[in-house]
């Protein structure tokens, strides 16, 4: 039985974290304030860019007007844009264990709180769009993680049935996202949180993407894997 496979895209996918700290910093630097380093940023991320700009500008003590926010905003989401793949790379074993999963005839999708517009184009510099049945960012539903309707559409968009899928990711909003959802997530230990991952009580805890097929099946219905 093909089953659903719903996968967070930074800090699962994607370690995308040394070029969020080159657009974080850029921000920083039009505040005058000193740059974040990349293990820093590693827990700012999870909730979409506004969120981490509201983090770095915090971890400095720093308040700006809410014109000044939509400023540094489009700041950083243009730079960014323009640097998207200069750092950032496939964790490993994505490839591989993406193109067994798919050979099985299983369902791919992405749900993450990027932009949909950012996550199409780093997918597409990192060689994987094409194995997606659906990418969907912070603003393709008019809610996103941890909302759960955002991982049901999702399913939803892939084709697939949310009794028969499973979430990949590595923070408390994919953890909740799926929770709200009904459906068994998966954690990467390596990715970005700002707890340990193994502290939020996900179905699974995993060290490497190469334990995903082996963690899902045991998730699962019956010869899900
Ligand atoms: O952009 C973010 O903050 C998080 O993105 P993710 O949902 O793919 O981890
Ligand atoms: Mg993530």
């Known amino acids: 039985m093909p089953a659903t496979f719903v996968f967070d895209l930074d800090g699962t996918l994607v370690d995308t974290a040394p070029d969020l700290v080159g657009a974080l910093n850029l921000v920083l630097s039009l505040e005058e304030l000193k740059p974040v380093t990349t293990d820093e940023l590693r827990h700012m991320v999870g909730h979409g860019a506004r969120a981490l700009i509201q983090k770095g500008l915090a971890s400095r003590g720093r308040a700006v007007s809410d014109a000044r926010f939509e400023d540094l905003v489009r700041a950083f989401l243009a730079h960014y844009e323009l640097h998207i793949a200069d750092e950032s790379g496939l964790y490993p074993d994505v490839e591989a264990v993406l193109d067994m999963l798919a050979d099985a005839g299983h369902v791919l999708a992405v749900c993450t709180n990027k932009p949909e517009k950012l996550s199409l184009l780093l997918l597409e ?24 309707a955002h991982l049901t559409g999702t399913i939803a968009l892939a084709g697939g049935d949310v009794r028969n899928a499973v979430m990949i990711g590595d923070s408390r909003t994919d953890r909740e996202t799926a929770k709200n959802a009904g459906i068994p997530c998966i ?13 939020l009580g996900a179905e699974a805890l995993i060290a490497r993407f ?11 219905p019956a010869s899900g894997s």
Not at 125 to 148: H, I, Q, S, Y
Not at 210 to 220: F, H, N, R, W
């Open 125 to 148: 510099k990192m060689g994987l769009l094409p194995r997606f049945a659906a990418v969907c960012g912070a603003d393709t539903f008019p809610v996103r993680k941890p909302d759960p």
């Open 187 to 199: 954690l990467l230990e390596y990715g970005y949180s700002d707890v340990p991952a193994r502290e």
């Open 210 to 220: 190469a334990d995903v097929p082996k963690a899902a099946a045991g998730l699962l």
